[in-house]
């Protein structure tokens, strides 16, 4: 085993499932990537990204029971049993090895206030003859607002031959359509804001043509849908965008991860993808520290009683730093202090009175060259993580100040840091932090509605006002994101009829839901983008910022002032 080839993550998921089995994994579907079989007898597969030779040929792989996507590229993603790990490793021209990772959704379109309406009439754009992809969690196929455009489905989900960008999963076309449901409502309601097709809640780009992708949400196969989207889209010799209303924090962020990368490589004239910024701004997800040369540092973590089942910690740290890392557990006892393992395999294990801790601690990142250290916090036995409040201790053995920021992980959201280490900024994850992406925060237009049983509804945000739970910016680099704001509050859109989330308070009518988001305001940006790519199919997504950044304004700031939450700004639609 080539244990440096291993991303942290799935060191410490290897390391799991070497020591106590499949049974060892379950927590970890969700963050690593890992597919629970639902046979005794069968391999417990992950889903991963491998970097390796451009040109590599990796079709014998199959033979190790490794199923790679692709067969050309320097990032492909691939299915495979978590003992094929070894073998794979081998592989000369395989150069790095990481997890998929489950990505969450980022939860009348106002166009009035960014004066859509006024853009639409005096230059006549609809989107016609332009592609919207949505990877999501599915479309209506029956919703009226979508009539006659869907032109293909490729829902990841059912079983089904797959198609080019990977094999699994069913493409649907025609009649076909309707065997897809979108049972959570997110993705048919992005969609509408993008271009529903209604008199009183249309969307930006009425007449553009849909390819929706429903997924897992395993970034991994974002990327495979990222991928089809264009494909589809050149065959039919269309320009495209793709929405994604989505994201994650088990990244650098700095736009080096595997997905942001991907869409790096695929966006290009006619070829634009638009993200979430991210739903975190009021979540203390994030922590930093400065550790002086010879000190050390703590950043203290808060875990609610009997309510985690497993909790990670994602750090990040310039590669010219030393660090070494330590736990400390609300009971006051410790980890040694770990520092960086070059040789063999980084992982060590601890077991605690009152926890299991395990810490990765490699060497630097080979695709950015930064120190990543993951740490994972179990109960002994099958207790839950103690509540209570936990230090994660640094020490600096460089001869420099070193900056550190970490990221809690845990899949329900009950941990969170707290003290003065807590940061209010660099919370926009993958793919958001993909340099060619257009990344969105969202803008409150709306903080009252009628709903469905005619009774009046108010939410507790600040009206024409960046929205409190949009995620901060910039990027770990200090690269500037988000790039623009826009409506994500609260906005009328599609209603799927098999959807199960949607309460009766945030229904309008049968057809229509209200729901608030980064993921509302980016299909919005999304819709724009696809009247843009109408007017100039070649616009590439360089040509696209700078249009909707000269055309954005932050209240009392002069123009072309950048702030962290708000991006450059709300876009107005006016003069396009």
Same mark, same amino acid.
């Given at each position: 085993m080539r244990h440096q080839k291993l991303s942290p993550g799935l060191l410490l998921a290897y390391e799991d499932y070497q020591r106590e089995g499949a049974q060892a994994l379950i927590p970890q579907t969700r963050s690593l990537g890992i597919m629970? !079989?639902? !046979?005794a007898i069968a391999q417990t597969k992950s889903i991963v990204f491998i970097y390796c030779d451009e040109d590599a040929d990796l079709r014998h792989l199959l033979q190790q029971g490794i199923e790679v996507n692709q067969n050309t590229g320097s990032v492909r993603t691939a299915f495979l049993p978590l003992s094929s790990l070894d073998p794979l490793s081998e592989e000369a021209v395989v150069h790095r090895i990481k997890p998929s990772r489950k990505m969450h959704l980022r939860m009348d379109v106002a166009k009035k206030d960014v004066h859509v309406s006024e853009f639409q009439n005096k230059s006549g754009l609809t989107g016609e003859k332009v592609v919207i992809g949505v990877v999501d969690t599915g479309i209506d196929p029956k919703h009226p607002a979508f009539k006659g455009r869907i032109l293909r489905i490729w829902d990841q989900t059912l079983p089904g031959p797959g198609v080019k960008e990977g094999a699994y999963g069913a493409e649907l076309s025609k009649d076909q359509l309707t065997i897809s449901q979108d049972i959570e409502g997110h993705g048919t309601h992005v969609a509408g804001i993008a271009s529903a097709a209604d008199s009183t809640y249309s969307g930006v780009a009425p007449k553009a043509e849909l390819v929706i992708v429903k997924s897992d949400l395993q970034d991994?196969?974002?990327? @495979?849908?990222v991928r089809y989207i264009f494909r589809v889209a050149s065959e039919l010799k269309r320009p495209a965008v793709v929405n994604l209303s989505l994201g994650g924090h088990a990244d650098a962020h700095d736009g080096s991860d595997s997905l942001s990368k991907i869409i790096d490589a695929e966006t290009g004239p006619g070829r634009i993808v638009c993200c979430a910024a991210g739903n975190e701004g009021n979540d203390n997800i994030h922590a930093q520290a400065k550790v002086s040369t010879s000190r050390m540092s703590t950043i203290r973590l808060n875990v609610p009683q009997n309510q985690v089942g497993i909790a990670w910690l994602n750090g990040w740290y310039s590669g010219k730093g030393q660090l070494e890392v330590s736990v400390r557990t609300p009971n006051g006892f410790v980890t040694p202090f770990q520092k960086i393992i070059t040789k063999d395999n980084p992982t060590q294990d601890y077991q605690l009175a009152d926890a299991q801790v395990q810490i990765a601690t490699p060497g630097p990142d080979p695709i950015n060259g930064d120190h990543n250290f993951f740490v994972q916090i179990r109960g002994n036995g099958t207790m839950p993580v103690m509540g209570g409040i936990w230090q994660l201790r640094i020490r600096n053995t460089g001869s420099s100040e070193t900056r550190l920021d970490v990221w809690t992980l845990d899949d329900s959201s009950a941990v969170f840091f707290t003290g003065k280490s807590v940061q209010d900024a660099v919370k926009i994850g993958s793919p958001g932090a993909a340099k060619s992406a257009v990344t969105v925060a969202s803008y409150t237009t709306k903080v009252k509605?009628? @709903?469905? @049983?005619?009774?009046?509804?108010?939410?507790g945000l600040e009206l024409h006002d960046i929205s409190d739970f949009s995620s901060e910016g910039p990027l770990r680099n200090d690269a500037k994101k988000p790039d623009v704001a826009a409506p994500g509050a609260m906005i009328v859109s599609t209603l799927s009829s098999t959807a199960q989330g949607f309460g009766r308070s945030s229904m309008i009518n049968s057809k229509f839901v209200v729901s608030a988001g980064t993921s509302m305001a980016t299909p919005f940006v999304t819709g724009l983008v696809a009247l843009l790519l109408q007017r100039n199919p070649k616009l590439d997504p360089a040509g696209v910022k700078e249009l909707l950044r000269k055309n954005s304004s932050i209240p009392q700031k002069a123009?072309?002032?950048?702030?962290?939450?708000?991006?450059?700004?709300?876009? @107005?639609?006016?003069?396009l």
């Open positions: 629970a !079989s639902r !046979s991994a196969h974002i990327a @495979d849908a509605y009628t @709903d469905i @049983d005619a009774k009046p509804q108010e939410v123009a072309g002032t950048f702030d962290s939450k708000w991006g450059f700004g709300l876009i @107005d639609a006016k003069n």
